[in-house]
């Protein structure tokens, strides 16, 4: 069991960052793939940013790449999500996720993960 809870979303304007923390407990995250999710309004939850919780190469959505930065710190448990440049299309709810047995295939589908947080709200004003 894996519980995730997200913090640092608020309404800024475009052009400003902001960055995300999740804080994770339970079981040891060292053989998970975490990352982030969102949501718009009208929209289905689109995937943002993954990477291996051990290390390795992170992966972050065509949409976000250049702007966005996956990152974790395994003393604290904690996973994070630097946005800069932000963009009004960037409004959403951002959740935290993590995959129990990472082993490839289409990562942008949501099902594929097994533990999400609460979401943070991320709204851009121009």
């Known amino acids: 069991q894996v519980q995730l809870v997200e913090s640092g979303g608020g309404s800024v304007q475009a052009g400003d960052s902001l960055r995300l923390s999740c804080a994770a407990s339970?079981?040891?995250?060292?053989?998970?793939?975490v990352g982030w999710f969102r949501q718009a309004p009208g929209k289905g939850r689109e995937f943002v940013a993954r990477?291996?919780?051990?290390?390795?190469?992170?992966i972050h959505a065509a949409a976000v790449r250049g702007r966005f930065t996956v990152s974790r710190d395994k003393a604290k448990k904690s996973v994070y999500l630097q946005m800069n440049s932000l963009k009004p299309e960037d409004t959403a709810i951002y959740y935290c996720?993590?995959?129990?047995?990472?082993?490839?295939?289409?990562?942008?589908?949501?099902?594929?993960?097994?533990?999400w947080g609460q979401g943070t709200q991320v709204t851009v004003s121009v």
């Open positions: 990477v291996p919780w051990s290390g390795g190469s992170a």
């Open positions: 339970g079981k040891t995250l060292s053989a998970y793939a």
């Open positions: 996720v993590a995959d129990e047995r990472p082993t490839g295939g289409n990562l942008g589908r949501p099902e594929i993960y097994d533990y």
